[in-house]
């Protein structure tokens, strides 16, 4: 089940949700509206290889904006961190951003109870479109769980301690 607005503010007050920072007024009726961080990583080369790390570049994204380009992969990081041990978490863009034609975060919305990031974006712009630090990037939602529950930070994942923006680490697996 999504959580409400109201289930949303009380579960932050009750500590069962974190989101930093956080803003009442970005509570919507079933989400929590998040921001762009202010850096991005760009993949570089024209092949990625699912064995071997991801080369990238990183930029900070200037306060005039950053043009993303048709043909490559961004990797860019939730301004918000957000944790709960009750609640499981999905995060998408929105449909504002759809209209832009940036996709972000189609593959992997899914923050398992105990997930405690700032979540790394996978962005990709149709057409080029210009993006801004902390500009609104999407939407967040709460799902309650039914059954026992295991925190995803004890269980030892490869993403459970990332701060910022990460590759695939399938490549890891994959040795």
């Known amino acids: 089940m999504i959580l409400t607005r109201e289930a949303i503010t009380t579960a932050v007050e009750h500590g069962d949700i974190v989101i930093e920072p956080f803003a009442p007024e970005r509570v919507s009726p079933n989400a929590y509206d998040w921001h762009l961080g202010d850096r ?10 699912a064995a071997a790390a ?6 900070v994204i200037p306060a005039e904006g950053m043009v993303l380009r048709p043909g490559r992969l961004y990797l860019g990081v939730t301004h918000e961190r957000t944790h ?6 999905m995060i998408n863009g929105d ?3 759809g209209a832009l034609g940036i996709w972000v975060h189609v593959s992997a919305p899914l923050g398992h109870v105990g997930h405690a990031i700032r979540w790394t974006l996978e ?5 080029p479109v210009k993006v801004y630090p902390l500009m609104p990037f999407g939407k967040i939602v709460f799902l309650s769980t039914a059954g026992a529950t295991a ?3 004890h269980l030892g994942h490869k993403y459970t301690r990332t701060s910022g923006i990460d590759i695939s680490r399938l490549y890891e697996e994959l040795r």
């Open 40 to 49: 991005i990583r760009v993949c570089e080369g024209d092949e990625l290889d």
């Open 95 to 97: 449909r504002s951003l």
């Open 123 to 127: 962005i990709r712009a149709a057409q």
């Open 84 to 89: 709960s041990e009750r609640y499981a978490q």
């Open 54 to 59: 991801t080369r990238v570049s990183e930029h």
């Open 151 to 153: 925190s995803y930070q």
